[in-house]
């Protein structure tokens, strides 16, 4: 008996304003869901010279089999498209999104939505179950996205789950959000300001169906099981309980206690749940941590208002459809303005340290007026039109803050998070490598070790060797050095591309280490390995299809090979990935490491070669297209190639 | 002496993740369908609220007295049960629940409630997935 697939997708032109439902399978299965499937549709359906405001670029949404179960933190929605925040140029990447709009749209009986083309006034898609249509959105434009979505609610049902954008997606601000209940969002990859080039304002979908399970019994078995693990973010068991006595949930299904998520309070009492980042708004006192200095660096220590203030400010924030992540780079960075003695840029003075200027200063972003249209560019281009205006060191700070294609510098080892050898060397392979900041895809499958690494070094190394040898094959794996990270590299991003596509959260799984719930019990153990087939198992409940691991895995490897090809139709190639060596020079903050360009080099050597990658440009060769059944890709990825050559 | 039984809720400790809801329909259904709970979390968006709307077993169950095919009883739990064979889906017990927590199954035609999940060694599911105690067994010896 097969379950978790609804079997049909959504295909909806907004230029012709037509709506057609495709049956979805056989590639659904091929490509499980999510990021998989998304990355094989993007591959399919968007043509290789489109550019990120073209209506032919397509808005991809997709759900996996888990979504809408009872699969513990399934319910998961992924988008991907071509994003105008990618620095320099736009290219194919992906967000994924929590919350509770994926299983609603499942309920409606749909795996996906495949939307391009442009309307040509303000719209809105109205899905209930099978009754799908293009609405007028006149009276919504304009709106925020948490009014939005308030409406649309009384408007449909208060079942209903809304995607929506605010004013900065209507804006075509380039780190602009699609919202989603109270700041779930694809957030870092500016597809909202995509939304706002087609005039989408918003989704509604509320559905009545089921999700078929077809072994519902082992299903309730495995995670009542999980269920007795009450911490998903292994960081947990590192600090004490009680610390933290109230977890929001930022996906539906989550069972778990996750110490990425708390609630912050507006003055008038309502609660707020923050997630990830967004508790650095509402909760603790995390700012600070922007703070670092070394390589001619210096980041000062952002600042908190106070949670009175940062409250409302942080759902201002979602409100308007900003990246909450924006504010741990560019707070920081008009800090060193004022620090530099730099008061005001072009005549509009700056006042990072004022919660009245910084709230004024989103909303200028969020509407492109004044100061907010040079920076609601994103930082990294506000650089460049600055150039020679500001101090070089300015310049210099905005750029390494966002050195990797325009993302917010994070897990790498010198910015926000503390990760010492190993760890940003395997991070550093997932910069050079992949679409986008590596952030989103690697929460708990390695980066977080380092913490473990960092409050007990000799247990930690103790403890990662023999992880190592059982996951990898290699004690070393995890040795505090630069040799031989591709092949945990490599394993990270493919089983991100898996919780990404079934799909599961990246703070919950894979369960590389044990979610231990008391720091001594860790301390005892010496396997601390985690579970690390309990996807396969959800899986095969839900689906009734047996899955082994080297076939998911080989699922994954295709799926990112796609990405990888989405990426050379951009252009991207080695040259590009090699300016990524100068932010890795600069030491890291936890243990002062670094490396220099020489040894970066032979970095990329090492994981190009792993991958199957040409050491040229860095594209996939013939034989691992042929190897992964990829073969149509080969006249293209050929073509590509001798246009290339003939650019040079 | 009797017992009683029943589920006690704390909506303000709720998160919303629909645990409950899903386990239920899947426990009783085998399949992923909030239509088909018997239990349902509605959230209040503008307030960030939510209604858990569960049988409280009452005593005197209005739900019980309205029904015109004596097709409901109260068992030796005090649990609030629907005979289905009896049931002529008038719908007078869902039109009389105080607290809305009797729902139609459309697909099969039947009126729906919470058990407390008769028979299942854990006693009910959705307390034993709630994270946050939002759902929680009360029981009570009577003498």
């Known amino acids: 008996m097969a379950g978790g697939w609804m079997g049909k997708m959504l295909y909806i032109d907004l230029s012709k304003g037509e709506v057609e439902a495709r049956v979805s399978q056989p590639s659904i299965r091929s490509y499980i869901g999510g990021r998989a499937l998304a990355a094989h549709l993007a591959w399919k359906e968007i043509s290789p010279d489109t550019d990120v405001y073209d209506p032919e670029n397509c808005i991809i949404i ?19 498209s071509i994003s105008p925040r990618v620095y320099p140029k736009p290219w194919y990447t992906h967000s994924t999104i929590g919350g509770w709009f994926g299983p609603q749209l ?18 809105y898609i109205d899905i209930r179950d099978e009754s799908v249509k293009i609405a007028d959105a006149s009276d919504l434009w304009g709106l925020d996205a948490r009014k939005t979505q308030l409406l649309l609610k009384e408007r449909v049902s208060q079942e209903a789950q809304i995607l929506t954008i605010g004013p900065a997606g209507e804006n075509r601000v380039r780190f602009a959000t699609v919202q989603h209940a109270e700041e779930n969002a694809a957030g870092h990859s500016g597809f909202g300001a995509v939304w706002g080039s087609k005039n989408l304002k918003a989704i509604v979908v509320h559905g009545t169906r089921g999700v078929p399970v077809a072994y519902s019994d082992t299903l309730l078995k495995e995670v009542t099981r999980i269920r007795e693990q009450k911490y998903s973010n292994l960081l947990g068991f590192l600090y004490d309980k009680g610390d933290h006595k109230e977890f929001a949930a930022c996906s539906q299904s989550c069972i778990f206690d996750c110490f990425g998520n708390f609630y912050g309070y507006m003055p008038d009492g309502r609660r707020v749940p923050a997630n990830c980042i967004g508790t650095s708004w509402t909760v603790a006192e995390e700012m600070h941590l922007t703070k670092y200095s070394g390589g001619g ?31 741990l780079v560019m707070q920081p960075w008009f800090i060193r303005c004022t620090q530099l003695g730099i008061t005001e840029i072009r005549g509009y003075p700056i006042k990072p340290e004022d919660p009245s200027w910084f709230e004024n200063f989103m909303h200028q972003l969020a509407s492109r007026q004044d100061l907010g249209d040079l920076f609601a560019e994103d930082l990294i281009r506000a650089m460049d039109e600055l150039e020679g205006e500001l101090p070089q060191e300015l310049i210099d700070l905005g750029r390494e803050m966002e050195f990797n294609f325009g993302f917010p510098a994070h897990r790498e080892g010198r910015f926000w998070d503390e990760e010492p050898l190993p760890f940003w060397v395997i991070s550093a392979m997932m910069h050079i490598s992949a679409s986008r900041d590596p952030g989103i895809g690697h929460h708990l499958s390695s980066l977080l070790l380092a913490e473990l690494f960092l409050n007990d070094q000799d247990l930690a190394r103790k403890q990662f060797r023999i992880l190592s040898e059982k996951v990898w094959g290699d004690p070393e794996a995890y040795e505090p050095n630069f040799k031989g990270k591709a092949p945990v590299a490599i394993w990270s991003q493919h ?11 990246d703070f919950a799984f894979p369960q590389l280490v044990y979610p231990f719930s008391d720091r001594d019990t860790w301390k005892r153990s010496e396997d601390i390995s985690g579970d690390l ?33 989405m990426l050379a139709r951009a252009g991207r190639s080695r040259k590009m990935e090699e ?23 032979r970095l990329m050597d090492e994981y190009y070669t792993a991958r199957g990658w040409d050491l040229e440009l860095g594209w996939p060769t013939e034989d691992l297209l042929k190897s992964l059944d990829l073969d149509e890709a080969i006249p293209e990825l050929n073509q590509l190639r001798m246009q290339f050559a003939g650019k040079k | 002496m009797g017992s009683i039984k029943r ?9 919303d993740c629909q645990a409950c809801v899903l386990g239920c329909s899947i426990y009783h259904e085998k399949e992923s369908n909030v239509q088909l709970a018997r239990l349902k979390i509605i959230k209040d968006m503008a307030r960030y609220e939510f209604d858990i709307s569960i049988c409280k077993h009452c005593k005197n169950p209005k739900c019980m007295k309205e029904c015109p095919s004596d097709a409901m009883y109260l068992d030796e739990r005090g649990v609030v049960i629907i005979i289905d064979e009896k049931c002529t889906r008038c719908g007078a017990c869902q039109e009389n629940c105080p607290f809305d927590a009797i729902y139609y199954n459309s697909q099969k035609n039947q009126y729906i409630k919470c058990d407390l999940c008769v028979g299942r060694e854990n006693g009910p599911l959705c307390v034993e997935l709630c994270p946050v105690g939002a759902l929680r067994l009360k029981q009570k010896v009577e003498g």
């Open chain 1, 62 to 80: 997709t759900t996996g089999p888990l979504t809408g179960t009872l699969a513990p933190t399934s319910g998961r929605t992924v988008m991907t």
């Open chain 1, 106 to 123: 499942k309920y409606a009986g749909f795996d996906g939505i495949v939307i391009r083309g442009k309307a040509a006034s303000p719209v």
């Open chain 1, 297 to 327: 660096i210096e980041i000062p220590s952002s600042n908190n208002f106070g949670l009175e203030k940062e409250v409302p400010l942080h759902e201002l924030c979602n409100s308007l459809g900003l990246d909450l992540w924006f504010r």
């Open chain 1, 495 to 505: 089983q991100n591309m898996i919780i990404d596509s079934i799909p599961l959260c």
């Open chain 1, 533 to 565: 087939n309990i996807d396969l198992r959800l899986l095969s409940a839900v689906t009734g299809e047996r899955f082994d691991r080297e076939q998911i895995n080989r699922i994954a490897e295709r799926a990112f090979t796609l990405e990888r090809l």
């Open chain 1, 579 to 601: 300016q990524l060596a100068s932010h890795f020079q600069l030491p890291c903050r936890a243990d002062g490491t670094w490396m220099d360009k020489t040894a970066f080099l």
């Open chain 2, 7 to 15: 589920i006690v809720t704390n909506k303000k400790v709720c998160r």
